[in-house]
Every structure is written in structure tokens, then in C-alpha cells.
């Protein structure tokens, strides 16, 4: 069997063979959306086709490499692929083959794994000197799968997004006819490696992750970063022999650069420059102090980097095709918020998230409107978690927090008058609300982008909480620095709501409700590393998800 044989085959460089079997015909390629029906008419008698028909007609049971792909592709998506084509062989020509395996190699680059797509099976075949029918037949069928699924892979992600959050809504990663139809006229046009490069994502940060991940690899290849000793007390001026260690981790890295005879022992400025560069790369506060988190950040091994940049890579896969020209991206990891207008970042503000055991969640969601003084109903899980237990604890709870209780009427209900002591979070028959004000939960803007998990954007009163690094304070709402601006920037439209607008509407201490003159998507997402220019930044995993997409990210494509 090929399948034995291949396994017995070792790597030899790419010799020139004979041309493959030629098409008996034209094949005009039409989309098919169902699963395919064998029409035997349409089937010119060739040897090739007819071994590529009979896999899927189940006429022979599949052996050699084909058998490969009962695990490696979803078998309906291949026999789709070939029904359009009357079953005729895809891989004509020489140059398309040595495209693909050429691209396929690359995708090493994408922080995908050649493995995925049958490379090494690929190589034995382009390398044998003459093929039978069937081996045709075979070489066709893992040539096509190895297509189809690196080109889903470049569009979608290999993981599956909903397989680690079922609530997932940005994309549908099942979209696979359209891209079907769309491969059929890459193969048609001779265009493979051109469409695939298509379909990757085209965002500047994607391409600037993915040299991240180039860069890294070398500097892994080189022998890695050296570890760097406990640097507590080193400060400008300080001779000391840890500056040593320090500065070739830190050359390592790009973040100094050093001459050969540069054996100076003293943190100087220079030195200080490049912790402080090195810190900024790392969500670290850039103060050029070594401090334990610098310590930590530094010694970690670029493989562990190398990892994390793929990760990321996977996740932009999974949004960065949908972005639209104007919209607000918040990173959960990165406590930030971005406002793109047209294509370009106009401007960013640091925010609050969720805290470990309150994630906020992943999803994208509409802006539709802006509330200025928003009054705060107390949601259902902070009622039974938070605010019920305070209340049976110390009744002025409700009055240091000025909480109304209204009833189903909207008639305000006396404190006195309700038995804390029956009710939980299930059975609560009132509404807790707060008055508006700088007091109030919400501060004074919330926005609205309705959601299934009622998580929305808006200003707090505990402003000073984003001086933290780490802003894991929420209960899954994301709190932001500057909300005014956020909010003048959303409304498009500086002569009615200029700053000084909206400040006055502020100020009058009334609610308000104002809808945007176009709906802006918000995507919030998470994203532990991400290009900012032609530096990496690396951030904590702060609720620990990076390992679930490596684990899927590392599993053979039969497992997932």
C-alpha cells in the first residue's frame, strides 16, 4: 500500500518528473452547496478520474494516502470540491503543485504547522519518478485537501472559536461554501498562492505579530535569551557585575543595542533607557527600575514568547477579516481601549475589566446609543453575589449606596416594610436602583451596545483605580478612563456635541438619552500579545485562556 510505502520513503530535494496525466477536458466550475451526487455521465473514462470518483462513490475501499484524509478533512467539503469539477484530477500543472508546497512550507510562518497539510506526504510524492493511476489519484486528493484546509485555516483559524467559547458571535467559522467557490477559481486562474495570501489576514498588526514571530524564532535558533539574576537595589550610577547579564538579555532582545567591547559594569542611562523600553513591551509600568515583574518578564524563555505569539496570531484569524472601518476594540488583556476611524487609530484609553472570577466576556455588540447621568439598576448576579448579603449584613447599606427598592408599579417601597431575610437573587420581587450622579456605579455616561450578558461600557467613579497595572476590578462591565472623549468621538458630530456640549448635558444632572447617527460595532476580545509599530508587546494571561487555544491550536487536525 502507498500509505506503507510513504512512511518507508526519506526526504530527497525536488527532482524534475514527468508531467502529470492531463485533463481529458475543460472542466467549467460551477458552486455547489449540497453534498455532491455522483453523476456517472459526467465522468470522462480516465484513470485518474475514475480512482478520484471512486473514493468518493465508496466503489473501492480507500487505501494508499487517500485514507488519510478520513481524519485529516471533512470529507463532504473534499467531495464538494471535486462534484464541481465532474471529479477530473485539480493538480495539472507542475507549477501549481510546487506553488502550493512552497506556501505550504510558509505557513510556518502563519504559527501553523506544515504537518497539518500533509507536507511530508506531499514532498514523497512531487519526488517520485513516475506515478500509477491510483498514486495520481492519491497525490491529487492530498494536494486538494492540503488546499482546502490551509485556506481555511488562513481565513478562519485552525481552532474553532465556539469549541472554547460557545458563546463566540464574531465570525462564523463554518462559512465554507463561499470559500469553496472562491478556491475553485484560484485553481481555475492558476492563482494559489496569490488567493491564499488573500485570505490571510491583511491588518498591519497581523503582519507585524507574524515578523514578531520570525524574529523570535531566530533569536531561539541563536540559543535563546541568557537568565538574568535578582537585580533589587541596582539603580542609576550602581557598578555592579549583574549589569553584565542584564545587558547582553537585553541586546538579545533588540532592546539596547551594544558594540562587542562594551564590558561597562554601571547602570547607566543607556542601560536605563532599555529596561524602560523593555518594560513598555511588557504591560510592565516604564520607570527603568528592575523590580521583581521586570525580573519575571525577562526570564521568560523566548519559546514560551514564540508560543504566545502563536496563539495570538490563531486569534486574529478568528476577527480580523471582519473588522469593519470604524469601530471601538477593547482588549480584556491589555486593559485598553482603541477608537478606529476609517482604518486608523484615533485614539485609545485605558479601561477596567472584569475580575478573575467575573470574566468579562468575548463577544462583539452595536454601539447604539449613549446615556448621560445613567441611573444604575443593580443586574441580577451582583444582586445575589454582592448587594443582597450586604443589606442582611448592615441595613445602610441601601443608604450609603442610595439604592431605591421599586416595586413592579415603579412605586418606591420602604426599607422597613421588606424581610431581607426570605429573599436570594431568584425571588427578588424589586428592582434596585441607584440615583445618577458621581456617586452612581456608572458615573455619568454609560454606552449602550445591547448584549446577551448585559455587559456595556461606562464611566465610575473610582477613577483612581486606573493607576493599577493590573485592572481586574469589575464585575464585567469595562469601566472607562475618559469617557467624554469616548463619547464625542462615537457621536461623529463636533459642532453639536462638541466637549463643551457635552458637559453641559452633564451637568444639568438629567438623564439622557442620545443615539448615534450610525451604529458602531464594539469587538471585545483578548489578546495577550499584539503589534504596537515594529515592537511585540507581551501582556499576563490575566484569566489564564492561553493555554486552551494552544492545546487546540497544537492538536492534529483529526483530533480537533
Known amino acids: 500500500m502507498i500509505g506503507i510505502l510513504l512512511l518507508l520513503l526519506a526526504y530527497s530535494p525536488v527532482q524534475p518528473v514527468p508531467a502529470r496525466t492531463p485533463a481529458p477536458q475543460k472542466v467549467h466550475v460551477q458552486p455547489h452547496t449540497q453534498s455532491p451526487v455522483i453523476r456517472q455521465k459526467s465522468i470522462v473514462a480516465n484513470p485518474v478520474t475514475e480512482h478520484i470518483s471512486s473514493y468518493f462513490n465508496r466503489k473501492a475501499v480507500p ?50 504547522d506544515p504537518a497539518d497539510y500533509h507536507i511530508r506526504e506531499l514532498k514523497v510524492f512531487y519526488n517520485q519518478p513516475s506515478q500509477t493511476p491510483s498514486q495520481e489519484a492519491d497525490f491529487d486528493l492530498l494536494l486538494s485537501d492540503a488546499f482546502l484546509t490551509l485556506a481555511s485555516h488562513l481565513r478562519y483559524g485552525k481552532v474553532d472559536p465556539v469549541s472554547l467559547d460557545p458563546h463566540w458571535n464574531i ?33 498591519p498588526e497581523y503582519i507585524q505579530l507574524k515578523q514578531g514571530l520570525i524574529r523570535n524564532r531566530a533569536v531561539a535558533r541563536d540559543g535563546g535569551w541568557p537568565t538574568v539574576p535578582d537585580l533589587t537595589g541596582l539603580k542609576e550610577g550602581v557598578s555592579d557585575n549583574r549589569v553584565l547579564s542584564l545587558r547582553k538579555r537585553l541586546a538579545v532582545s533588540g532592546d539596547i543595542s551594544v558594540t562587542t567591547v562594551d564590558t561597562s559594569r554601571v547602570y547607566d542611562r543607556l542601560m536605563i533607557e532599555g529596561v524602560k523600553r523593555f518594560q513598555n513591551r511588557n504591560g510592565i509600568v516604564a520607570d527603568g527600575m528592575p523590580g ?100 442582611r449584613k448592615n441595613s445602610s447599606y441601601l443608604r450609603k449606596k442610595r439604592l431605591s427598592i421599586i416595586d413592579r408599579n415603579g412605586v418606591i417601597v420602604n426599607p422597613a416594610s421588606v424581610n431581607w431575610s426570605q429573599y436570594s437573587g431568584g425571588n427578588f420581587p424589586y428592582r434596585l436602583q441607584q440615583s445618577a450622579g458621581d456617586h ?82 464594539v469587538f471585545i ?36
Open 63 to 112: 487505501g494508499g494516502a487517500a485514507s488519510q484524509l478520513e481524519g485529516a478533512s471533512l470529507r463532504n467539503r473534499l467531495a464538494r470540491f471535486y462534484a464541481a469539477r465532474g471529479y477530473h484530477p485539480v493538480w495539472i500543472k507542475r507549477t501549481m503543485i510546487t506553488e502550493l508546497i512552497t506556501t505550504i512550507e510558509s505557513a510556518a510562518d502563519e504559527g501553523l
Open 171 to 203: 465570525n462564523n467559522f463554518h462559512k465554507s461554501t463561499a470559500l469553496e467557490f472562491r478556491l475553485q477559481n484560484a485553481v481555475k486562474a492558476e492563482r494559489i498562492a496569490a488567493v491564499l495570501a488573500e485570505l490571510r489576514p491583511r491588518h
Open 292 to 391: 521583581p515583574s521586570t525580573l519575571k518578564a525577562m526570564n521568560i524563555p523566548v519559546e514560551r514568547r514564540i508560543e504566545q505569539i502563536r496563539i495570538n496570531l490563531e486569534r486574529c484569524r478568528w476577527f480580523m477579516n471582519d473588522l469593519e472601518p470604524t469601530y471601538v476594540l477593547v482588549n480584556i488583556a491589555g486593559f485598553s481601549l482603541r477608537y478606529v476611524e476609517h482604518g486608523r487609530n484615533r485614539w485609545g484609553t485605558r479601561v477596567i475589566v472584569g475580575q478573575p472570577y467575573r470574566e468579562t466576556p468575548v463577544f462583539k455588540a452595536d454601539m447604539q446609543y449613549i446615556i448621560f447621568n445613567p441611573r444604575w439598576v443593580v443586574p441580577p448576579t451582583i444582586l445575589a453575589k454582592d448587594v443582597l448579603p450586604a443589606i
Open 440 to 521: 452612581g456605579a456608572l458615573g455619568r455616561i454609560k454606552f449602550m451596545l445591547p448584549n446577551r450578558y448585559t455587559v456595556y461600557l461606562h464611566d465610575t467613579p473610582t477613577k483612581d483605580l486606573f493607576e493599577k497595572t493590573n485592572r481586574t476590578f469589575s464585575s464585567g462591565c469595562i469601566r472607562v478612563e475618559n469617557p467624554q472623549e469616548l463619547a464625542r468621538l462615537v457621536l461623529q458630530d463636533s459642532l453639536k456635541w462638541s466637549r463643551e456640549r457635552i458637559l453641559a448635558s452633564i451637568n444639568t444632572g438629567k438623564t439622557t438619552t442620545v443615539y448615534l447617527p450610525k451604529r458602531i460595532p
Open 525 to 560: 476580545l483578548y489578546l495577550t500579545a499584539f503589534a504596537e509599530g515594529d515592537e511585540i508587546v507581551f501582556l499576563d494571561d490575566v484569566y489564564n485562556r492561553d493555554s486552551a487555544v494552544l492545546t487546540a491550536l497544537n492538536k492534529p487536525i483529526s483530533q480537533l
